[in-house]
Structures are given as C-alpha cells and as structure tokens.
C-alpha cells in the first residue's frame, strides 16, 4: 500500500506542476492557474462520498482499480490536449477524479487496519510514502523535461503515463481489509449522520485549509518563480524541498504527537507554516527561498495525518470509509473555493497575495481545534 502510495503521489505531482507550466508556456493569464486548480476537484466532489459508502460495501481494491485506471486515462489526456487550455482542464478533472478513487481507498485501508493509539504512527508512515511520491514527481519532471525554461511536455506526460499503468497494476496485489460488522453499520448510518459527530465538521475544514495551503505552494511557485526570473530546474528544486522535509516531519510525527500531543503539534505546525509562507512574499536569494520552503513542507506535513486521525477515531467502526471520503469532499471542496478566489486576487494583486491570504488561513486552521478533543483516547478495556 505505500508503494502505491509512492507510485500515485508521483504521478499526481508530475502532472500537477506540468499543468502549470504548459498553461503559463500557452500564456494563459494567473488567473486561470486558479481555475485549472479548481477543476482538479470538480467531479471527485461529487463521487467522493459514493466511493466511500462502495468501499464500506466492497472493499478497498475495486475502488482503487478504477483509481489507477482514470490515471492512465488522464495521462493520456494531458498527451492529446496540452495544446489548449480545455485540453488541459479536461485532463485535470480526469486525473482528480482518479486521484480521489485511489487515496480514499488508501486511506480507508489505513483506518481499519489500526486504531486509535496507534494512528499517528500509520498515518504518519503512510504520508511519509506520499511524500515520497510527491518529491519524486518534480524530480521526474527535471530529469525528462530537459534543462529549458519549461519542460519538455511531451516526455513529462508520457513518463507519467507510464508510472500510471505500473500503478494500476500494483493495486491488482493490494488486499482490502473488508470486516463482518461494516454493511450493518453502514446500514444505520450515512455521510450526515456522520457530520454531526463531536469535531468531524472542524477536522473537515481544518483538512481542507491544510492541503489547499500545499496545493497553492505546488500551483503557484512554478507562477513565483516566473515572476523572478528562476528556471524550471530551481522551481522543480523548490518543489522537492518541500516534499522532502514534508517526508521528514512525518517520519517524527509519532514522536512528536507523543511528546508534544496532538493538539499542541497541530497548532504549532500551522503556525510555523502560516508564518513561512508569508514570508515568501519578500523577494529574496534562492538560498533562502529553500529555508523557507523546507520549513513550511515541515510544518504542512504534519497537518495532514493529524487531521486523518482525528477523523479515523472519531468515526466509527464500518463508517472509516465515509468518513475518509467525507474528509476528501471537504478538501476538494476547499481546492474549488479557496484556488479560484486567489486566482481572482492574482490576478489584479500578484502571486505575493496569493501566499499572503494562505498564510492567513492557516492561521485560522490552527484556531479551529479550539474545544474540540483532538489528543488520543485512552484505550477502552
């Protein structure tokens, strides 16, 4: 399951950032950057709940085998319409929609395999391998696309395609982790009976704010980068840092969620995150850039498996898969809402708006836990 973690991380950061460079070497204005964004989470809004009320019923692998299809689909796609902005926002909706099938599956596989005292840990694990993937997919894009001021698109694209069927075919291995108890529970209860729950709602838009932040750095470096004057290879570079200490942060999350507790960590990393991003606005040497960039991909990493394990405990057994698919809904939600606003700021302010406002949500995200339990429960007898 990490290695297709690895695997679909990899190609979702090849294609993500290569969506931007192809539209900015198209010359497709800022704005639509937020837009093209946007239409990464149009239709996985709309399937994520379906898909995890399927896996409650069938099991994770049927899930993610039409995951890794889509992915392949979508490669495709890129290869047949990186030509026009269309193509392009065609290609994204295919690529969101399969990304979303494979990582609500993978993340109900995480939730029913462990339990509450030892999430932080599996969750930790489990996005330090998407980590992986997402610094392996900027160094993809540096080794094929060549050393010009944009990628070479077409090798870009094919190489993804192919990381997309080697994806496919590792999910034909994966076993889902199907128990007796989920089609009754399931029976009983739904995405909405689920939302009332004491803190899923706050963990959902917590989630959401978190990956929007990392989405707005992978959409929008490539733009900052543009604005001064730093090739491909250095924006890649950047691209990288981030994924690599996002690796390392959640290599320590155990550890740090036992020492620090998980409230505490969470508020600190999205303070820490906030604080970095903003400071990106400054122009600066490329060295420092980096420090920045590796604090912030710090900081973001720790985010997303605490909020995974907030939602896992507090969901109940048979129901993890819509509770991950609910989780996925309100962060596509955000990656609709939250890019295509600041692509509207971008547009009439610049990119340092952009970093400005997401600075500012995440220091609304580190408010958001406040009288909400979001530590670890005692194990029950």
Not at 34 to 40: E, H, I, Q, R
Not at 192 to 205: E, F, K, Q, V, Y
Not at 221 to 240: F, I, K, Y
Request: with cysteine; hydrophobic share 55%.
């Amino acid at each position: 399951m990490c290695a297709h973690a690895i695997l679909l991380q990899t190609v979702t950061f090849i294609l993500r950032p290569m969506t931007s460079f192809r539209a900015i070497e198209l010359g497709v204005p800022v704005f639509w950057l937020g837009a093209l964004s946007a239409c990464f989470a149009i239709v996985p809004l709309l399937v994520a709940i379906p898909s995890g009320r399927a896996i409650d019923r069938v099991g994770e692998r049927p899930v993610m085998l039409a995951g890794g299809g889509l992915l392949i689909a979508a490669s495709l796609a890129y290869i047949v319409g990186m030509d026009s902005l269309l193509g392009l926002a065609i290609a994204s909706v295919i690529l969101g929609t399969g990304q979303l099938l494979a990582v609500v599956g993978e993340q109900a596989l995480v939730a029913n395999a462990g339990q509450s005292s030892t999430y932080d840990t599996l969750f930790g694990k489990y996005t330090l391998a998407a980590s992986v993937g997402q610094a392996a997919g900027p160094i993809v894009i540096i080794l094929v696309g060549g050393s010009g001021a944009f990628p070479d698109a077409v090798a870009v694209f094919a190489a993804a395609t192919g990381i997309s069927f080697a994806l496919f075919v590792l999910t034909l291995f994966i076993e889902s982790q199907r128990r007796p108890v989920r089609i009754s529970v399931v029976k009983e209860g739904g995405g909405l009976r689920l939302l009332r729950s004491p803190g899923i709602l706050r963990a959902l838009i917590a989630s959401s704010i978190i990956l929007s932040a990392v989405d707005l750095l992978v959409v929008y470096l490539p733009a900052l980068g543009t604005e001064r004057g730093l090739s491909a290879a250095v924006v890649g570079g950047l691209l990288a840092i981030r994924s690599v200490a996002s690796m390392a942060s959640r290599f320590l999350l155990g550890r740090l969620a036992t020492r620090l507790g998980r409230r505490r960590t969470y508020v600190l990393s999205c303070v820490a995150a906030g604080i970095t991003i903003g400071l990106l606005v400054v122009p600066q040497p490329i060295w420092s850039l980096a420090v920045l960039v590796a604090v912030a991909g710090f900081a973001l990493g720790i985010g997303q498996p605490l909020t995974m394990s907030w939602l896992a405990e507090a969901a109940p057994l048979g129901q993890r898969g819509v509770a991950m698919s609910l989780r996925l809904t309100g962060n596509r939600l955000g990656q609709i809402l939250i890019p295509t606003t600041v692509g509207i700021v971008a547009g009439s302010v610049g990119v340092g708006a952009v970093l400005a406002v997401t600075a500012g949500a995440l220091g609304g995200a580190a408010l958001s836990v406040r009288g909400v339990r979001v530590d670890v429960a005692p194990e029950p007898d």
